[in-house]
């Protein structure tokens, strides 16, 4: 019986290159940010406590309940696949106590139970960043700048900032009274979902598409109305300094995210090119609270996060094609003699920082060659038993139409500068 063929499972994706290349530039551009910006890069398990979630992104959040992918391990401790980076730079944030502001930058996939469709997936990947230690405005205006102007990078440019306050406990929770008596008074109109869930977490029902729960809410109480002269004042400075940067910002006063840890500053980030379903490319906020709920000290936090798959399909919905980082194989070894030599030449010149391929299995001429040109390489670099026997190496570069030009002669001590200054050309 023939093995079953195995795919990756429902909702998940291989990348395979050339789509790799394209990650691989995503992750670099992101990493030189992050470090012009003062944040070293954080690493922690991919599995957690389930508390660490739970108690973090709120036991009633839409992730908690239907998303985690949970399961007991041989201990039956019991854990979940992260679906978020936050709760658990909080954790290890509470676990190590680095000094503050501690400035953590991330790469990592996330998991979440959710239906799949373009742009929404069960493993997805996100970049991201976390600064805890300080409520400055400014550090708001610093961790969106640093996502705006890696949007840029990435070659984007119809992205929109929606931004809200979230306020601190005291405003929302005076909020959130009002709102209760608001949707109390409208239930029969909410949707089949939050008719009955919605005294659960009011919140969500701000969050919900469906066009009966945007009625309802539309006509209902907005959080910026709410807040305190703090948190108004605080919000004020995040926008004035985002507006300081050229860096627009949209009020979206239903911008309450889909977490409960949030406090204060809550944003997101809107690729305009993919339409209106799942187009969100990034969002984040403040969480002045979530350490304290992790076993901390009180200690104010804030970050975003990233989906590496929704910046690439922003890329391809708005034409972007740049590589974002050079992959291109400068040479290929063709070496039909049997020997050692396109081992001992590759080993060099790789040493001398290039990208080097080769042929493998003693084929042909005519198969390396083809392979050469597949490559995609720049250059070949021909080893025949003539070649072995003079001491030359015959160079022939890729690009070039004209046969006899293409080809020349080099002796192996010339080699480095010849390939150099045609690899310059
Ligand atoms: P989030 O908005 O849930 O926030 O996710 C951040 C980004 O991850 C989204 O804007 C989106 O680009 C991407 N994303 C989320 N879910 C999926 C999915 N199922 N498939 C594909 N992409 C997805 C957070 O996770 C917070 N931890 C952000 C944060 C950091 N807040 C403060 N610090």
Request: with cysteine; net charge negative.
């Amino acid at each position: 019986m023939s093995p079953p063929l195995f795919q990756a499972p429902i909702g998940t994706h291989d990348v395979l290159a050339p789509q790799s290349a394209l990650w691989e530039g995503v992750v670099a551009t992101f990493a030189e940010f992050a470090y012009r910006y003062g944040f070293t890069l954080i690493l922690t398990p991919m599995f957690e406590e389930i508390g660490v979630f739970n108690r973090g992104i709120g036991e009633n959040s839409d992730v908690a309940t239907k998303e985690m992918y949970v399961f007991q391990d041989r201990g039956e401790r019991t854990y979940a696949l992260r679906p978020e980076g936050t709760a658990s730079v909080v954790r290890a944030f509470v676990q190590h106590q680095p000094t503050i502001p501690y400035k953590a930058w991330y790469v990592t996939p996330a998991f979440r139970y959710e239906r799949p469709q373009a742009g929404r997936y069960r493993q997805h990947h996100q970049l991201g960043v976390e600064v805890l230690g300080s409520d400055d405005p400014a550090v708001d205006v610093e961790v969106i700048t640093l996502a705006w102007r890696f949007y840029q990078s990435l070659g984007l440019t119809q992205v929109r900032l929606l931004v809200n306050s979230m306020g601190h406990d005291e405003c929302r929770g005076r909020y959130i009274d009002v709102l209760r008596g608001h949707l109390e008074e409208y239930r029969e109109q909410l949707c089949d979902e939050h008719r009955d869930s919605w005294s659960q977490n009011p919140l969500r029902v701000l969050d919900c598409k469906k066009p009966e729960c945007v009625a309802v809410t539309d006509v209902g109480p907005m959080l910026p109305d709410f807040l305190c002269a703090d948190c108004a004042s605080h919000f004020d400075s995040v926008r004035g300094g985002l507006r300081d940067l050229n860096i627009d910002t949209t009020l979206d006063p239903r911008l309450v995210r889909g977490f409960d840890y949030y406090t204060r500053t809550t944003f997101e980030f809107v690729a305009e090119a993919l339409g209106s379903a799942q187009n969100a490319i990034g969002g984040g906020g403040r969480y002045d609270g979530l350490a304290e709920q992790l076993g901390g000290k009180p200690v104010s936090g804030i970050g975003f996060g990233s989906g590496i798959e929704r910046l690439l399909l922003a890329r391809e919905a708005e034409g972007v094609t740049s590589p974002l980082i050079n992959r291109v194989t400068d040479v290929f070894i063709v070496d039909t003699t049997g020997s050692d030599a396109a081992t001992v030449l590759a080993d060099l010149l790789r040493g001398q920082g290039l990208a080097v391929e080769r042929a493998f299995d003693g084929r042909s001429m005519r198969s390396q060659m083809k392979l050469a040109d597949r490559s995609g390489a720049r250059v070949a670099l021909v080893i025949g038993p003539q070649e072995l026997a003079t001491g030359q190496i015959t160079m022939r570069d890729l690009r070039s139409d004209d046969f006899e030009q293409a080809q020349v002669s080099v002796a192996r001590e010339d080699l480095s500068a010849a390939l150099l200054a045609l690899l310059n050309k």
